[in-house]
């Protein structure tokens, strides 16, 4: 069982950066592949960013590329989302996701684990 928390989210200016954390539970944090998902009010949760669990096979979403980095230290138990050049529509709350598979890829309904969320806000 995989429990995640997710940290480091706030209100930033637009062109700001902020660096998301997450941090797994267990002794096998890395024997997951894990995923940022974000769900803004009234829309669906989509996908953000997924990283394999050695961390050698990464993918982006076409909104974030160029802007938002993904990356986990397996020693420390945890996940990160680097996020600089933020603007208004990355407002949402951000969701860590683990999955034993060794890519469950862009679909949140693959992932079975999830952390809490944490707000980012993004003022224009």
């Known amino acids: 069982q995989m429990q995640l928390t997710e940290s480091g989210g706030g209100l930033v200016q637009a062109g700001g950066s902020l660096r998301l954390s997450c941090a797994g539970s267990g002794r096998d944090f890395g024997y997951y592949a894990m995923g940022w998902f974000r769900q803004a009010p009234g829309k669906e949760r989509e996908f953000v960013a997924a990283i394999n669990k050695s961390g050698s096979r990464i993918a982006y979403s076409d909104s974030v590329k160029g802007r938002f980095t993904i990356s986990r230290d397996n020693a420390k138990n945890t996940l990160y989302l680097e996020m600089n050049s933020l603007k208004y529509e990355d407002t949402a709350v951000y969701y860590c996701?683990?999955?034993?598979?060794?890519?469950?890829?862009?679909?949140?309904?693959?992932?079975?684990?999830w952390g809490q969320g944490t707000q980012v806000t993004v003022s224009s």
């Open positions: 996701a683990a999955d034993r598979r060794v890519w469950p890829g862009e679909s949140p309904h693959i992932y079975g684990f």
